[in-house]
């Protein structure tokens, strides 16, 4: 198309408004033209030629729209440490206090979930091996879970393309990966058996559970999405599987503003994570 | 040694789920409360033990357990907890009513027909989760009768997202009775302005 | 008169045409404006911005201006005395000892005019209005 549609001014403000009410995500005067880009996009990928009628199907959220509009805004593929500085948090303060409320011997347990592919846990072992200290004297147990069990194979196979390993260093990728076809690496035997995948519905308080106790959740860019019942039971489900003083990480864009208040607000210098209280109630 | 290669077997929950909602540790209330959602006579059990409840989490669990029976009955819980004066349990309330849309239907023109200002401005949120035909159907009617300057407020808050060229009307006669108002006029010209063209 | 520099307001509503309401005002008035709309929002703001004071009101989801206060009020850090206007639908005298109670430093009831908002953020933050 040669020219936008014009969304008028409060249009604009409409879209906005109710992106950042739903997800948190703040769009602002910079990006009016990629917000009016990707409404006449989506009007016309729907067959919708008035702003009207389209907004009244965002705001119904029909066949996941507002993930649809807002895919055009974040980096949706999975890749080896994404997020770093999340890890970096992992590393430097997350894991230091929860070593303090482990009984000798205990494990340290992290848990991915959703964990598609593989990439964010075997990430999380690999930042780990990498980059903290007690990595020698902590037994580390790392679980990656996912409803989708077509990924999970994958996951289990642990073979990753170009673009997965992109910001991974030559170096690590020497160390950790072994290259099984043509431009395809396999992440090593150890570390391949260090990750336990499993299939877990966020939405089964069942499924949850029989998982166990972790002290770091790391659950992205998935939350964001559900309707309003559905995120406060995954909420409820994760805090569960929190232990007292656990933390959860969510996507960079998402905030426990929008999905539940169970969980207290930390800030480190790395990134904005939430904490299951110390005292109080465990399921 | 480091990255544990054997994981722990799956952890098997006692069978046997705590009984009482309000007795024992708040650990206890919460788990009792979480498996009363699933129980037949959950929303009797969960209602009985909200007025008692003092822990925030275990309120927040039964207000959760309640929105996911997403009953009348559940819902008929829950509604009267717009009432309170404890702003947080207000919330509580009004996040399980918006978590369970169709269940909260029935009560929503009822309570914007409340005679207390406060519970109708904080049920205008509850519109916003009506069929649009509905929602500006009760909003408009609601405009049209209100003398409350917070109450028009809240209305034209959702109309501003919700609002269709039908209520422009209604929204022209508001300003005009709160011409005095800045907020008023400010806001009703926002929403006019997103509604557009009849 | 000497221009504001650099103030932060945060406010904190779950309506949005107030938060642009007061914005808009303040923004006027020469101050910088940032905003959240519950809770746990504002908590997360404050704990990763420099505010001078925050404009909150207190029916919101998630987490209501009061909780908030008092999670506020609770910090280790120095954000812990952040300066708060509580602006409320709430007209009863229970409503503002609450609010004073749950760390308010001035409690104001809605609807409140862009000019007396401008002059007690101005107050507060020791600028003259």
Avoid at chain 1, 163 to 192: G, N
Avoid at chain 2, 59 to 66: G, Q, V
Avoid at chain 2, 166 to 174: D, Q, S, T, W
Wanted: aromatic share 8%.
């Amino acid at each position: 198309m040669s020219e936008l549609p014009a969304v008028s001014e409060e249009e604009f403000r409409k879209v906005c408004d109710f992106l950042y009410r739903r997800t948190g995500m703040l769009f602002t005067e910079v990006k009016r033209y990629y917000v009016q880009r990707r409404i006449a996009e989506r009007m016309a990928s729907l067959g919708i030629s008035v702003f009207a009628t389209y907004f009244a199907y965002l705001r119904g959220d029909a066949d996941g729209e507002i993930e649809k509009f807002v895919n055009a805004f974040t980096v949706n593929e999975t890749y080896f440490y994404r997020e770093e500085h999340q890890l970096r948090c992992l590393s430097s303060d997350l894991l230091n206090e929860r070593v303090r409320a482990k009984r000798p011997g205990e494990a340290l347990r992290i848990w991915s979930v959703p964990c598609s592919t593989g990439e964010e846990p075997y990430s999380i072992a690999l930042w780990l091996l990498e980059n903290w200290p007690a990595v020698d004297v902590q037994d580390i147990e790392i679980v990656g879970s996912d409803i989708d069990t077509e990924c999970l194979a994958a996951a289990r196979d642990g073979e990753f393309g170009q673009r997965a390993l992109m910001r991974l260093t030559p170096e690590l990728i020497a160390k950790y990966f072994v290259e099984s076809a043509h431009e395809r690496w396999r992440i090593v035997e150890d570390l391949r058996q260090s990750v336990q995948f499993t299939t877990a519905n966020l939405m089964d308080p069942a499924e949850t559970r029989r998982h166990g106790i972790f002290d770091v959740i790391f659950c992205r860019n998935v939350l964001i999405y559900f309707d309003d019942a559905s995120r406060r039971l995954a909420a409820e489900n994760l805090f569960e599987c929190l232990a007292p003083g656990g933390f959860i990480c969510l996507g960079h864009t998402e905030s426990m503003s929008r999905i539940s208040p169970l969980f207290e607000v930390r800030r480190f210098a790395d990134a904005i994570v939430y904490q299951r209280p110390k005292g109080g109630v465990r399921g | 040694m480091p990255l544990v290669r054997r994981p722990s077997p799956p952890f098997e929950p006692s069978a046997a789920a705590p009984v009482s909602l309000t007795e024992g540790t708040s650990d206890q209330r919460w788990a009792a409360v979480r498996a009363a959602a699933t129980r037949p006579d959950g929303v009797a059990l969960l209602a009985a033990a909200l007025p008692q409840e003092r822990d925030p989490r275990v309120l927040e669990a039964i207000f959760t357990a309640l929105a996911r029976v997403a009953t009348a009955e559940s819902a008929a819980a829950v509604a009267p907890f717009i009432r309170s004066d404890d702003a947080s349990l207000r919330a509580a309330a009004l996040d399980a009513l918006r978590a369970m849309p169709e269940a909260s239907r029935p009560h929503v023109s009822r309570l914007l027909a409340d005679p207390d200002p406060d519970v109708r401005l904080l049920s205008c949120e509850l519109a916003r989760g009506l069929p649009e035909g509905e929602a500006n159907r009760l909003l408009s009617a609601l405009i049209d009768g209100e003398a409350e300057k917070n109450v028009v407020a809240a209305a034209v808050e959702v109309l501003a997202e919700v609002g269709r060229p039908e209520v422009l009307a209604a929204l022209a006669r508001c300003a005009e009775r709160f011409a005095g108002d800045p907020f008023l006029a400010f806001s009703i010209k926002v929403a006019t302005d997103r509604i557009g063209e009849p | 008169m000497v221009e504001p520099a650099g103030k932060r307001i945060l406010v904190v509503d779950d309506a949005s045409l107030v938060r642009r309401f007061y914005r808009e005002a303040l923004e006027r008035a020469g101050f910088e404006v940032d905003e959240a709309l519950n809770g746990v929002e504002a908590v997360e703001k404050v704990l990763g911005g420099i505010y001078d004071l925050v404009v909150v009101d207190v029916n919101m989801p998630q987490m209501d201006g009061l909780t908030f206060l008092k999670v506020l009020r609770r910090q280790a850090t120095a954000v812990s005395s952040l300066p708060a206007l509580v602006i409320s639908t709430e007209a009863a005298a229970q409503d503002a000892a609450a609010a004073r109670a749950a760390g308010a430093n001035f409690y104001l009831v809605k609807p409140v005019s862009q000019e007396w908002l401008v002059e007690h953020v101005s107050i507060m933050c020791g600028r003259p209005a």
